[in-house]
């Protein structure tokens, strides 16, 4: 168990709707990052925060948007889903931002 | 577009024996990192190998870098068939982004 604690687990959904997901980093940890594994792209960087504020962002679409909250969970939310967007999101967090990551179990996202 | 890519693709070996694999990457980074993912799980970092340092060692892991030829090598030595998994190169670069290769998978037969 990695401390890093993901919701929903799984999650199936159809084109066009909007979800969230949810992640909540380990005690002390101020960085989160958030990821996309797919079987066609491999594992994605989508975009980090560090203690609130945007640090780094990747490839992540226009639709999809991230935040961190004073308490540092932070929320993905993806909208105007694709058939593509099915996928598996990681979040990771660590303590600051040049060190190891520690990964969520995911949540698994299918879209019908 | 992945910074990182594992050489070779897929390693089948007998438990008891070494598994090396490789990374190569493009462009120069802060450090490089080695994670396990075992199917459809999460992630599990193995080791963390800064820029500055040539060889890192965790239990029956190790790990070099060489920063000249853009590429490390991780070693399991002696494998049990709970290695069985995928492994991931990531090199963090300056700009905070983690960016990982396709992976490779090795199977440890018993």
């Known amino acids: 168990d990695s401390g890093v604690t993901q919701t929903p687990k799984h999650l199936i959904t159809a084109t066009g709707q909007r979800v969230t997901l949810r992640c909540s980093p380990r005690s002390g940890d101020l960085s989160v990052y958030w990821y996309q594994q797919s079987l066609d792209q491999g594992l994605q960087f989508l975009i980090h925060y560090y203690n609130g504020e945007e640090r780094a962002k990747g490839n992540i679409l226009e639709r999809f948007s991230a935040q961190q909250f004073p308490d540092l969970h932070s929320e993905l939310n993806l909208s105007s889903l694709e058939l593509g967007d099915s996928a598996l999101y990681f979040c990771a967090s660590s303590v600051g931002s040049d060190n190891e990551q520690f990964f969520g179990p995911g949540t698994r996202l299918t879209v019908l | 577009s992945q910074q990182g890519e594992e050489d070779p693709q897929a390693l089948s070996i007998q438990e008891g024996e070494n598994a090396t694999m490789n990374c190569s990457y493009k462009t120069s980074i802060n450090n490089l990192q080695w994670y396990r993912q075992n199917s459809g799980r999460g992630l599990v970092h193995l080791i963390l190998?800064?820029?500055?340092?040539r060889e890192k060692h965790s239990g029956r892991l190790r790990v070099t870098l060489d920063t000249s030829k853009k590429s490390s090598s991780l070693l399991i030595t002696a494998s049990r068939a709970a290695d069985t998994a995928s492994y991931f190169c990531a090199t963090e670069s300056n700009d905070y982004k983690l960016s990982f290769g396709a992976g490779t998978t090795v199977t440890v037969r018993a």
């Open positions: 190998i800064r820029s500055n340092e």
